[in-house]
């Protein structure tokens, strides 16, 4: 019996070796194969543009490739649910926008989904609101924009990205700064249906951020009217700033990058670090200034405490509109 029950000890503990020389040697080897980044809108959008270009930069870093897979749907809760069920084994990463962090929580739309169930590694940037119409409109500056609302109460229509959205909650500031009132459409796929909408004339004007429409600005099918946002979009210099045309207001979103809570360490300073060198690259900054996007750089030691100060905000306000009536 005393040999059997040696035995048996110096092999349990032979196999416990093996299997943390093996763990470990995987681990060293991270990563040894592709790596999946999910963008929870559809392609063509702003979030996609951002993801696909820093992840083209920052696969150079590591000897795997980057692939982007577009999970479009529930406003951002279908590539969520995607992210958030991964295996944490650092294979897999997603990009979270405002709507990721306030509406799909706040609206219920991923049931067991908080801000718990992802590691965030690093927020990359930060895009204001802004309020865009067709080139074909007559509207050619804000107070035009403005002086017609008035006209027309609830005659103009604006979309949005979604109710309860970031850009509804502009929308609502905007006419309660300035007594007026639009015809709201909303928009649950994001940017791709508001430009549909501008280019078809189904909504005269839109609250999206420059970046969102860099291409239709540039090609002069939109334009920009204002930009709430405190300091000029090096992008788009003549669309002036909310404090240019007189408006109190200043708002946006972001785009920050996270992994399936429990995924290793090393693994997320690997994935972290190779994002951060493709952030400050040339390469990044060059693009993000041309689209109009502002790169704003937070690692992983303030990401989270950011998310969820944002969320406790955000979430404050909802509650206050809701119990004003002002949303359902």
Known sequence: MRLKFELT???????????????????????????????????GGGADGIVRKIMSIAERELPVSIFVENL???????????????????YTVGALTYDSVVTVPWEGMLPGYSLDKLD????????P????????????????????????????????MGLGSMT???LLQLQESTGTRFRIIAYPDGSPGQKEGILSGEVDAAVTSLGDFAPLLTSGDARGLVEFSASENPGFPDVPTSEEV????????????????????????????????AWNSDEFQDWARKVGVTATWMGSDAVTGFAMDFQADVFKTLKELTDQGILE
């Not at 479009?72 to 809760?77: L, R, Y």
């Not at 965030?120 to 895009?127: D, N, P, S, W, Y």
């Not at 207001?249 to 997320?268: C, I, M, N, Y």
């Open 9 to 43: 000890v110096g092999t349990t503990l032979l196999a416990s070796v093996l299997a943390l020389s093996t763990a470990t040697t995987a681990l060293a080897e991270y990563p040894d194969r592709a790596i999946q980044a999910i963008v929870p809108w559809g392609a």
């Open 72 to 90: 479009d749907g529930g406003v951002t809760s279908i590539g969520i649910n995607r992210l958030m069920n991964s295996q944490a084994d650092g």
């Open 120 to 127: 965030m590694i690093a927020l990359v940037t930060t895009e």
């Open 129 to 160: 609101n802004a309020i865009i119409v067709g080139g074909k409109t007559n509207y050619t500056s804000y107070d035009d924009l403005i002086t017609a609302a008035k006209e027309a109460e609830g005659k103009i229509n604006v979309g949005i």
């Open 168 to 170: 509804h909650l502009t």
């Open 246 to 277: 007189g408006l109190d207001l200043q708002t946006g979103s972001f785009l920050l990058f996270a992994v399936p809570t429990g995924t290793p360490d090393e693994a997320k300073q690997v994935l972290g670090k190779a994002i951060e060198t």
